[in-house]
T-cell receptor
Framework: GAGVSQSPRYKVAKRGQDVALRCDPI?????LFWYQQALGQGPEFLTY????????KSGLPSDRFFAERPEGSVSTLKIQRTQQEDSAVYLC????????????FGSGTQLSVL | QQPVQSPQAVILREGEDAVINCSSS?????VHWYRQKHGEAPVFLMI?????EQKGHEKISASFNEKKQQSSLYLTASQLSYSGTYFC?????????????FGAGTRLFVKA
């Protein structure tokens, strides 16, 4: 695709609901990242995939957060039993193979947990 | 570890200059700079890969002092379009991967 695509753009969930956020990276990009951005803060690293392998999930806040990228392209970030503190913008970014390549960000999914 | 940015916020008049700093307690392998406008995705400005490297993008340039573990972003003759939040990102490498960790951001507002 032309850019990184994320859906939905906005998601409102009741506390306790499960949500799934989708990221469609730029075609051919090997690396994919998920970040969480709270209001007025910088993007905080959640997890990183290289192709289908999840190389780093050290930033996931709890075991309620789960990410997958089964075929090495589209990725899904799932949050189970959502809590109010999960409210944030979830950004997905992809990058070509080299570690010094720039990140291309999607527009994010704004999650509001009521 | 998250890099530290300063200042937290800057207000400029059109045409004025600004400097945004980014420092890290860990050795820096690379520094990325991004700008994010309200409600939009962060957009890449430039990446600096080695100590002393300087780069430019329009009237925005950056330097990287590897020894001091810091980078600075220079905005000269600011334009209204420069308003937004600027993030520095530092590269953290480890076996099999390389991730970017971002600072908390510097909010820049340029007024006419």
């Amino acid at each position: 695709g032309a850019g990184v695509s994320q859906s939905p753009r906005y998601k409102v969930a009741k506390r306790g609901q499960d949500v799934a956020l989708r990221c469609d990276p730029i075609s051919g990009h090997v690396s994919l990242f998920w970040y969480q951005q709270a209001l007025g803060q910088g993007p905080e690293f959640l997890t990183y995939f290289q192709n289908e392998a999840q190389l780093d999930k050290s930033g996931l806040p709890s075991d309620r957060f789960f990410a997958e990228r089964p075929e090495g392209s589209v990725s899904t970030l799932k949050i189970q039993r959502t809590q109010q503190e999960d409210s944030a913008v979830y950004l997905c970014a992809s990058r070509d193979r080299g570690p010094n390549e720039k990140l291309f960000f999607g527009s994010g999914t704004q999650l509001s947990v009521l | 570890q998250q890099p530290v940015q300063s200042p937290q916020a800057v207000i400029l008049r059109e045409g004025e200059d600004a400097v945004i700093n980014c420092s890290s307690s860990k050795a820096l392998y690379s520094v990325h700079w991004y700008r994010q406008k309200h409600g939009e995705a962060p957009v890449f400005l430039m990446i600096l890969l080695k100590g002393g490297e300087q780069k430019g993008h329009e009237k925005i340039s950056a330097s990287f002092n590897e020894k001091k573990q810091q980078s600075s972003l220079y905005l000269t003759a600011s334009q209204l379009s420069y308003s937004g939040t600027y993030f520095c990102g530092t590269g953290a490498g480890y076996t099999g991967g390389f991730k970017t960790i971002f600072g908390a951001g510097t909010r820049l507002f340029v007024k006419a």
